[in-house]
């Protein structure tokens, strides 16, 4: 509920604060004292796109400050905690705009953007006239405001999951359609090169393997005739048998030698045993180069086979045979794709029967709350003496979405028989504030905490009619806030709280003032809105009649 506002330098207003209280609250004035100014200044503080010369010439920045009571379970709490902004019984919105156009805004002393004092005030307050186009005259909103009178909510719940649910079931589907599609049209080279790396069958680390064992028998090619001519002169043909005739000769005549033999003779043993040991190494090394030279044919053979084929696909020689699992694995896939495909199908046919029965329910609720809406309305319009009407809210049937496959739109007949449409084309300017009066009066029943603003809404009516309009603004008071912009003087006359706005010269300066009018003074205020200029006694008189009910 909006408690107070506070403005300064903005347009023709100086400075200016005004308490505002439950009930109906009455604003009015001259045409151009300054009336819509007020709700320049309130939209501008409540982010609402407007016209951008607000700031009071000769002034460098305008101001204005919007205080608010909110109630344990008001919806701004909500959107204060996602914003993470301050919270409490209590909410304090102020922006200023610079002369240069430059914007800056405060919730509860902290800095915050637009869009997050739009949400607030989406809350908040509820403008209506002949020119909103940001409620009830909006088609596009129509489908979300039979589904707040309906209490849908549960149900678009449900329909929006579905919905969600139904789009990433097709888009599993269609992802694994596509790719089956991409791997069939490579089906006849993925089972020649699985073939062709099945036979292969490459084993990581085989490469460096077979290169090795390759330089190993080219190199023995060059060395090993040498060593194995070592091998024969150190052999039973050469130094061994030579050693052993000797140390055989030393030792026939080392008896006679008087020990003078015995240490040649234990170094002869020495070295035979260490030449014994040359040749086995040798051996082992000759034995090692041994090799068929058919094996180099096929090691060779194999090794280029692999480096060819790590070539052809672009890999490494090591990382063939994960290669060739990945091709398996699309192979797989393929064999395996139909079964698969169908089950992401049966998927996607659950979805849609979950989506149809959630936004068949909702569309249920829908037309069974347009009925509703419509005999409510009805009702309403004839106090207002409109009971010929017929307002009329239309269901049709479009193309699925997250908020079902309704597309609904409010429609007028201003007589009998005459063609309906839409209410901002069918209905003139009286018509229009009364059809939109007596919906907002049904869309309204059970709320709280919401400030409903209507500017001049009771225009191009007069008499009982404007009687009419006052009550069902009064009676719609009852339950909250309506700030009220009116010239009726039986629309004034019904309020619970008075304003005049006027518009003066002072030391040349064309200022705009708004003042809370006593008893007394709402007798003059009437009574100069029946009579004019000239206040008569007959008109005071009058306006006490009004205002006495």
């Not at 234990?266 to 068929?292: H, K, P, Q, T, Y």
Request: with cysteine; proline share 3%; aromatic share 4%.
């Amino acid at each position: 509920m909006l408690r107070g506002l506070h403005i300064s330098d903005m347009l023709i207003i100086d400075r200016l604060e005004l308490g505002f209280k439950p009930g109906l609250n009455v604003l009015t004035g001259e045409t151009g004292a300054g009336k819509s100014i007020l709700l320049d200044a309130l939209g501008f503080v409540l982010g609402w796109r407007g016209r951008a010369d607000l700031v009071r010439q000769g002034a460098a920045h305008g101001e204005v400050t919007a205080w608010f009571d909110l109630p344990e379970g008001h919806p701004a709490h909500e959107v204060l905690a996602e914003a993470g902004l301050p919270d409490g019984e209590e909410l304090i919105l102020r922006r200023v705009n610079a002369a240069d156009g430059r914007k800056t805004a405060w919730v509860n002393d902290r800095r915050c953007s637009g869009e997050v004092l739009r949400a607030l005030s989406e809350s908040l307050v509820e403008l209506h006239g002949q020119h909103d186009d940001r409620g009830l005259l909006n088609p596009r909103g129509h489908r979300a405001i039979l589904d707040d009178f309906a209490g849908n909510s549960d149900k678009l719940t449900k329909v929006r999951g579905a919905w969600a649910n139904l789009g990433a079931a097709r888009r599993a589907a269609e992802a694994a359609a596509r790719e089956r599609d991409a791997i069939r049209e490579e089906e006849e080279f993925l089972r020649h090169a699985v073939a062709e790396l099945d036979e292969l069958n490459p084993q990581e680390g085989e490469e460096a393997t077979l290169d090795a064992r390759r330089r190993l028998m080219q190199g023995a090619e060059k060395i090993r005739a040498d060593v194995v001519k070592a091998y024969e002169i150190m052999g039973h043909e050469g130094a061994e048998r030579h050693l052993g005739d000797a140390l055989r000769w030393l030792d026939g005549a080392a008896a006679q030698a008087e020990g003078a033999l015995e240490a040649p003779m234990a170094a002869l043993n020495r070295a035979m045993v260490e030449l014994d040991e040359a040749l086995s190494g040798v051996s082992e090394v000759i034995e090692a180069m041994s090799f068929n030279p058919v094996e180099l044919e096929e090691t060779e053979e194999r090794l280029f086979a692999i480096r060819g084929l790590a070539r052809k696909h672009s890999v490494a020689p090591d990382d063939l045979a994960g290669f060739a699992q990945t091709l398996r694995g699309k192979l797989d896939a393929l064999d395996a794709g139909e079964a698969a495909q169908e089950a992401l199908d049966h998927a996607v046919r659950a979805a849609e029967a979950d989506y149809d029965t959630a936004a068949e329910a909702l569309s249920a609720a829908r037309r069974k709350a347009a009925i509703k809406l419509d005999k409510a309305v009805g009702t309403e319009l004839a106090p207002l003496k409109m009971e010929r009407a017929v307002f009329e809210t239309q269901i049709t049937e479009e193309t699925a979405g997250p908020e079902g496959r309704d597309g609904v739109a409010f429609t007028v007949a201003t007589n009998p028989g005459a063609p309906a449409g839409p209410l901002g084309k069918i209905a003139s300017g009286g018509e229009l504030s009364r059809f939109l009066l007596a919906l907002k009066v049904c869309l309204t029943q059970g709320q709280s905490g919401l400030t409903l603003i209507f500017d001049e809404i009771d225009r191009g009516v007069g008499g009982a009619t404007a009687d009419a309009v006052g009550r069902r603004l009064s009676a719609l008071a009852q339950e909250g806030q309506v700030l009220v912009v009116t010239h009726s003087p039986q629309v004034a006359a019904l309020g619970s709280h008075h304003w005049r706005v006027e518009k003066g010269v002072e030391a040349g300066m064309t200022t705009s003032t708004v003042t809370p009018l006593s008893p007394p003074q709402r007798v003059d205020e009437v009574a100069r809105m029946l009579s004019g200029d000239t206040i008569t006694d007959a008109a005071r008189a009058a306006a006490e009649a009004l205002l006495a009910g």
